[in-house]
């Protein structure tokens, strides 16, 4: 500390703006006497305090001396000398009251440059002691400034970075591996002499203090609920290896002032553990972040998302790196991060508080899969005649699912090329969560991460929709069950309204495809397979129809399983639709009963209906290649012939017989049929 030697050094700070004196400066137990300068311009309280409310500069007030070391530029703005030991040093004292005093000492016999602008700011940075150190190291920290008209970026979001300056993540890669395993706990002066050997510029430096927080500082979720529990101030933070928002950004702060980066720890609103949509915020601020000044602008960060995350229902924090929360898009931090100061919002126009407490939260996943925008908009959504709409638009292929309620059961979700649409029923009145989840399409896990929540507030319920619990989200087709080889769908929809029951859906397929389809419904007493004959699979060349006569009224699920042709393993799922119709005369008897020697290319064209009349002449005409002779057996044996335009056709009378079966002759050097087709016939 510097204490008073000659007394008319300090008298005179009243009355001019230096002085000149003879002072002790203790350094340990002993102290030196040495001939200096005193250069020092003295604020007022209540000059400091405006100053103090137009940046948002906090002080801590704790009269601490530090010593600043020389190197970079002096507060002049001149280059500071490389040997700065040999030179000159210089001391930053502050006092209670928040007045900050820069000293300079110069060698005897030396001349220094006046100042030309002196800072005096409450809440500058506290520098470190960094006795015993390298100084040649470290750059000196200069008091930071307001943000200025160039560190504004336009809301709302442009949609070209997630960043707010241009990072290479790559170029990285290298550098975050070596912080990871740097493992230094009792120094935090040590920590950032060993991170900055692998740091040139400044970005540089601020990325390497960033990941070792990141992954070596845990979230204490046990101080966050007992303060009396919780340890802030940097050393603690660093040897504890925990803290809450608070001591995450104080150690960022201070690790970034050691290495010569201005930094700014900022408090205020935020939407993260603990957070409840739709809350209104008031009271105490609820977060802390950081702000670091970088080729010329501010930028924002925030070292505690950036680690991991709490869970929700056990508490307990989990490692879970996150790179979005690194030099963040401003438009995309006040998303869930509202500062105290507007200005630290860095945005042009700055949000209200109203409107951040009103705007749907946006994981940070939202943008790290490409989504751009949604709506509606707003956290509280309110549900007319029942029902509300959600979409969302996207650059790439992303793949969706929901959750109303604890359930995906009560709403209708389909996939859009940028996008989706998703259709919610609530099934009771009130309020309720509803949270959209996605995942990239390339994604070799079946894992969907929340991109949005919502509280959904519902007054009145329309019971006349229920889904079935076979119904499988997304519903319809899209790009997905295009990449699975269904081609230009003849229904585009994801729901069929049918009056007489009947339904037909073409696609155009691609190479090597096999299509089991199947027919679900929950108040149908068929079995499965009863139930898959109410389909007929028609293949036409590259296309394939999808003939469905439903056996009653009622909603009804039709999926789609493929597998290629020369794999002998299973069917996967695809993607299915909802089948509706409300005609309570509808009651069509199932298609016939195909063998296996029914080729996917065979086509009937008469009688589609397996069930046939009983004591009458049915015609018949069926296409079928490649075949030499085809009967028709019932109570008697019946030949069709061959037509010159390809179809067997013929007639046969079902008297006195309960069943009919299609054979066919496939050459004529044998003399054994094989069963293609079988009806049934009523009872007479």
């Not at 009792?186 to 002499?193: A, G, R, T, Y």
């Not at 009271?283 to 924002?300: C, F, P, Q, T």
Request: glycine share 6%; with cysteine; hydrophobic share 30%.
């Amino acid at each position: 500390m510097v204490t008073e030697r000659g007394s008319s050094a300090w008298r005179q700070l009243s009355g001019g703006p230096a002085a000149m004196g003879t002072v002790d400066l203790k350094e340990g137990p002993s102290a030196v006497a040495i001939n200096m300068m005193l250069i020092v311009r003295p604020e007022q309280k209540g000059q400091r305090d405006r100053q103090t409310d137009s940046t948002g500069l906090q002080g801590d007030g704790n009269g601490n001396n530090r010593l600043q070391p020389a190197q970079g530029r002096d507060l002049s703005g001149q280059r500071a000398s490389e040997e700065p030991y040999k030179q000159r040093q210089t001391i930053t004292s502050y006092t209670n009251e928040g007045t900050q005093v820069t000293v300079e000492v110069h060698p005897r016999n030396t001349t220094p440059q006046l100042f030309k602008k002196l800072s005096f700011r409450k809440g500058s940075q506290r520098l470190p002691n960094l006795r015993g150190q390298d100084n040649k190291a470290f750059e000196r920290t200069e008091a930071p400034q307001p943000p200025s008209g160039k560190d504004l970026h336009a809301y709302p979001w442009d949609k070209s970075s997630l960043k707010s300056m241009p990072v290479d993540l790559q170029q990285f890669e290298k550098l975050d591996a070596y912080a990871l395993k740097v493992n230094i706990n009792n120094s935090i002066e040590e920590l950032v002499q060993a991170l900055l050997k692998q740091a040139r510029t400044d970005l540089e430096k601020v990325r390497v203090i960033w990941m070792w927080i990141c992954h070596h500082i845990e979230y204490d979720v046990v101080g966050f609920r007992d303060k009396s529990q919780r340890l802030c101030s940097p050393i603690d933070v660093l040897r504890r290896g925990k803290s809450v928002c608070e001591g995450y950004a104080a150690l960022f702060q201070q690790m970034c002032s050691i290495a010569g980066i201005q930094c700014m720890k900022l408090s205020g609103y935020s939407k993260g553990y603990g957070y409840t949509i739709g809350q209104v915020f008031k009271g105490d601020s609820s977060h802390a972040w950081n702000a670091v000044y970088l080729e010329g602008r501010w930028h924002l960060l925030d070292s505690t998302w950036g680690s991991g995350n709490v869970d929700k229902t056990s508490d307990k924090f989990t490692f879970r790196y996150n790179e979005f929360y690194f030099l963040t898009h401003p438009a995309l931090f006040i998303n869930d991060h509202f500062p105290n100061n507007s200005n630290w919002q860095l945005l042009k126009p700055t949000l209200t508080l109203k409107e951040f407490e009103t705007t749907v939260l946006y994981n940070s996943d939202f943008y790290k899969l490409g989504l751009l925008t949604v709506h509606p908009d707003t956290a509280v959504i309110q549900t007319v005649n029942g029902t509300a709409t959600i979409s969302v638009d996207c650059r790439s292929s992303t793949l969706f699912t929901f959750s109303l309620k604890g359930t995906e059961k009560h709403g209708l979700l389909s996939l859009r090329k940028h996008g989706m649409k998703l259709e919610i029923y609530p099934q009771s009145t009130g309020r309720q969560e509803l949270e959209i989840f996605a995942k990239s399409s390339n994604s070799p896990e079946n894992v969907y991460n929340c991109v949005l929540q919502y509280v959904v507030e519902c007054k009145s319920v329309d019971k006349s929709v229920h889904f079935p619990k076979d119904l499988d989200q997304p519903v319809g087709p899209s790009w997905f069950s295009e990449r699975q080889g269904f081609l230009r769908p003849s229904q585009p929809d994801p729901v069929v309204h049918t009056n007489d029951g009947r339904c037909s859906f073409t696609f155009t397929l691609g190479k090597d495809i096999s299509i089991l389809p199947t027919l679900q419904s929950d108040n149908s007493g068929l079995t499965e397979d009863r139930r898959r004959q109410h389909i007929m699979q028609i293949h036409r060349g590259n296309q394939v129809e999808f003939l469905v006569h439903l056996p009653h009224a009622g909603k009804f699920v039709l999926k789609f399983f493929t597998k290629k042709k020369s794999d002998p393993g299973n069917y996967t799922y695809v993607f299915n639709y909802l089948i509706t119709c409300l005609n309570n005369e509808v009651k069509w008897p199932a298609f016939p009963q195909t063998y296996s020697k029914w080729a996917n290319d065979y086509e009937i064209l008469e009688p589609l209906s397996g069930l046939l009349p009983a004591n009458r002449n049915v015609q018949f005409k069926l296409k079928m290649h490649g075949i030499s002779k085809v009967l028709v057996q019932a109570q008697d044996t019946h030949t069709l012939t061959l037509s010159r335009d390809g179809f067997w056709e013929g007639t046969c009378n079902t008297t006195g017989c309960t069943e009919l079966f299609v054979m066919v002759h496939e050459n004529a050097n044998h003399s054994f049929y094989s069963h293609v087709l079988k009806y049934k016939v009523e009872t007479p």
